[in-house]
C-alpha cells in the first residue's frame, strides 16, 4: 500500500513539473504565408500577435481578421501537440483515463 501511494504522489508532482513547464512553453502558429504569427504558452494562452505591414488592407480587414483567427487556431494546435507530449505519458500512467478538460 505504502509503494502505491508512493507512485500516486510521484504521479502527482510528474503532472504539476509538466503543468508548469506547459505554462512556461510558448509555441507559434501562423497564416498568410507568415503573414501573420501568433504565439501562445502550452496551455494555449496568447501572448502576442505579429502581423507584417503587407497583411494590412484598411479596405479588407475581413482578410486580415480572418488571417488572425488562423494563426491563433495554428498555434493552439501547436499548443495541444506540446499538451500531448507532455501529458500524454502521465495519462497512460493513470489507465489511459485522461485527464478532465484536456484533448486526450
Known sequence: MQQLLQQAQKMQQDLADAQ???ADAR??????????????SGSGELFGLVID???VD???????ADLILAAVRD????AQSLQ????GPLAQGLGGGGFPGLPF
Do not use: I
Open 20 to 22: 508548469a513547464q506547459l
Open 27 to 40: 509555441v507559434e502558429g501562423s497564416a498568410g504565408g507568415g503573414l501573420v504569427k501568433a504565439t501562445v
Open 53 to 55: 505591414p503587407k497583411a
Open 58 to 64: 484598411p479596405d479588407d480587414t475581413e482578410t486580415l
Open 75 to 78: 498555434a493552439n494546435s501547436a
Open 84 to 87: 500531448q507530449t507532455k501529458l
